[in-house]
Nanobody, 115 residues
Framework: VQLQASGGGLVQARESLRLTCEAS????????LGWYRQAQGKQRELVAQ???????SYVDSVKGRFTISRDNAKNTVYLQMTNLKPEDTAVYYC??????????WGQGTQVTVSS
């Protein structure tokens, strides 16, 4: 199983980024998928997730600013991030859910938001 995340970068506050995660080696369409992030010195947190049926949920701090979506034909999950804030700075990871937990992880992509 491979998850390849991309799209991170350095932006200013209130700008936008779109993260992309391409998956291989799994039956993508039946998996719940998530985006996590880990800021320096902090625990990894689940930012957004989308079920195999397309239902999305978000941590409160990003509601209204981030949108998770998936394209099963491309085995790809996206995280559209708008109105970015310095506190969104972190390494972002995509993950796939199996057997009761998020078990498969991409390599992470750095998002840095300057004020």
């Amino acid at each position: 199983v491979q998850l390849q995340a991309s799209g991170g970068g350095l932006v200013q506050a209130r700008e936008s980024l779109r993260l992309t995660c391409e998956a291989s080696g799994i039956i993508f369409s039946i998996k719940d998928l998530g985006w996590y992030r880990q800021a320096q010195g902090k625990q990894r947190e689940l930012v957004a997730q989308v079920t195999s049926g397309g239902s999305a949920s978000y941590v409160d701090s990003v509601k209204g600013r981030f949108t998770i979506s998936r394209d099963n034909a491309k085995n790809t999950v996206y995280l559209q991030m708008t109105n970015l804030k310095p506190e969104d700075t972190a390494v972002y990871y995509c993950s796939a859910y199996q057997d009761g937990a998020y078990r498969y992880w991409g390599q992470g992509t750095q998002v840095t938001v300057s004020s």
